[in-house]
T-cell receptor
Framework: EPEVTQTPSHQVTQMGQEVILRCVPI?????FYWYRQILGQKVEFLVS????????KSEIFDDQFSVERPDGSNFTLKIRSTKLEDSAMYFC??????????FGPGTRLTVT | GESVGLHLPTLSVQEGDNSIINCAYS??????FIWYKQESGKGPQFIID?????DKRQGQRVTVLLNKTVKHLSLQIAATQPGDSAVYFC?????????????????FGQGTTLQVKP
């Protein structure tokens, strides 16, 4: 069964450093998402991406965040200058024309 | 506002019993709801969905009920098994139309931890 994959599974970085989280969505999907989950809290929407552009973003997704689909398979989330409060699980998701989103296993980001 | 919530943080049931997990939502215009299961260290896993033109939908051992009058959603799991132990989230599609497609933004509730006792 096709699945969304994410790398790395765990990323540790120092405050102020840039990080890139990578995702490979399901191959025939057209809509891509990033969500985050702070430990013990609910999953929060960050951004949606369709047709090579951001279609919607949340208040969390400020100028420090960017997304890119550099080729036909990868979808990345970049945080330019990480803050302590960026520590969370980051989930990538994708879907086709239905509403059902498939989530990856997540990347745990730890900012020290 | 954007608010989807669950009534109980933890639900403990005996193996073989039925489980009912509840969720309240605030946006009466919402037209699509999903239940996700999240096991420890994993991403959310789709369980079942329902559109607002339905009151009930059944899957394998799971049933989702939607009461639009009181803006309430529930997930029923029949004959709960140890493998059902996880955190369960309700989510609401609050995407906006961009051209002819919906952005698909999901708003999640807080989550209910289901513990199944053997």
């Amino acid at each position: 069964e096709p699945e969304v994959t994410q790398t790395p599974s765990h990323q540790v970085t120092q405050m102020g450093q840039e990080v890139i989280l990578r995702c490979v969505p399901i191959s025939n999907h057209l809509y891509f998402y990033w969500y985050r989950q702070i430990l013990g809290q609910k999953v929060e929407f960050l951004v949606s991406f369709y047709n090579n552009e951001i279609s919607e973003k949340s208040e969390i997704f400020d100028d420090q965040f960017s997304v890119e689909r550099p080729d036909g398979s990868n979808f990345t989330l970049k945080i330019r200058s990480t803050k302590l409060e960026d520590s969370a699980m980051y989930f990538c998701a994708s879907r086709d024309t239905s509403y059902e989103q498939y989530f990856g296993p997540g990347t745990r980001l730890t900012v020290t | 506002g954007e608010s989807v919530g669950l009534h109980l943080p933890t639900l403990s049931v005996q193996e073989g019993d039925n489980s009912i997990i509840n969720c309240a939502y605030s946006n009466s215009a919402s037209d699509y709801f999903i239940w996700y299961k999240q096991e420890s260290g994993k991403g959310p896993q789709f369980i079942i969905d329902i559109r607002s033109n339905m009151d009930k939908r059944q899957g394998q051992r799971v049933t989702v009920l939607l009461n639009k009058t009181v803006k309430h959603l529930s997930l029923q799991i029949a004959a709960t098994q140890p493998g059902d132990s996880a955190v369960y989230f309700c989510a609401e599609n609050r995407g906006v139309l961009m051209g002819s497609s919906n952005t698909g933004k999901l708003i999640f509730g807080q989550g209910t931890t289901l513990q199944v006792k053997p």
